[in-house]
């Protein structure tokens, strides 16, 4: 074993904001010193060969009953290695979307975290879920928010703010996104001077097309790995989404220089300060419809981008020192 060798384990690297995230940890020149490798092992067989001579073991998928025994079998086969996981997927907004059997669900997590050393959670509201639940000590859980090497888009230049106000949502075009209520408040808005850009692509592409039938302000982007590029065409980035343990776009849209209207659920609200964007209190349609009809004037938005990406200052490098601090713990 190698004490500093440091291997990342992803099974699914569609995950455009999670395996963005990674990258910038692995490739990135903020821990560049630092020995790691991101391996995309798709099935749990393959993690204990994948992460042979590693000290630290850093699991990004999502937990499960059928992965519990491969990660029963991982810290059997590699006692002497730290493991740490990241949270990237579980919640309080999931848990109550998606989960009908609660108690089920949080004995599958709590037997999990007991199987690492750390769990990393993305938000401070995703932390206050885990202690509330009761998932694990909080000795074995610490926060990093899953910020990215944003240089490029700190560059970009603040939006055109025309006439015609050009509002961004960009992500998997999945049910937790919430880009169906998207879809329906701007149908209910009826405003021609507001223009709707999705970019993404994902399972709900057809229904939400068949959502947007007639709606000319309403154009589907496609997906897109130029995320500057895309932020560049728009003036402000709704993040309507159902459960977000963080929201990476949220926090590219703000280093872009953009106002965000992001719903109230988990990590999202986090994200807005004063000034720097609304928050979407009751998560409901009708509450996205007012809150896209209260958007301010076109200086105030400018206003609100430049304090958005302002209030980014420094976050990137503090994460990048936690990261540091865990990796390289004894």
Known sequence: MTPGKVVHLLRDTRLGGVTRMIHTLVDGGALADIDQSLHAVDDPRGWCAASRGAGTIVLHDSLSWRLLPWLFLLRLRRPRARIILVEHSYCAGFEHHCVPVRGRFRSMLA????????????????????????????????????????????????????????????????????????????????????????????????????????????????????????????????????YEPFGIVAAEARAAGRPILVAANDGLAEQVTPGTGWVIENDT??????????????????????????????????????????????
């Open 111 to 242: 037997l999990s975290y007991a199987l690492v050393d750390k769990v990393v959670a993305v938000s401070a509201a995703q932390q206050r879920w885990m202690l509330d639940a009761r998932l694990l000590p909080a000795r074995k859980l610490q926060v990093i928010y899953p910020h990215l090497d944003y240089s490029r888009l700190l560059r970009l230049e603040p939006p055109a703010c025309t006439r015609r106000l050009r509002i961004g949502a960009i992500g998997r075009l999945h049910e937790q996104k919430g880009f169906d209520r998207l879809i329906h408040a701007v149908s209910a808005l009826g405003r021609r001077d507001v223009e709707v850009l999705i970019a993404g692509d994902g399972p709900q592409i057809d229904r939400l097309k068949a959502l947007a039938h007639g709606l000319p302000q309403v154009r589907f982007y496609g997906r897109t790995d130029d995320i500057a590029r895309f932020m560049q065409q728009v003036d402000l980035v709704v993040v309507p989404s159902r």
């Open 285 to 330: 349609v009708q509450a996205l419809v007012e809150a896209l009809d209260a958007i301010p004037a076109r200086r105030e938005l400018r206003a609100a981008g430049a304090l958005a990406r302002e209030s980014l200052t420094g976050e990137y490098e503090v994460s990048m020192h936690r990261w540091r601090r865990l990796l390289t713990a004894p």
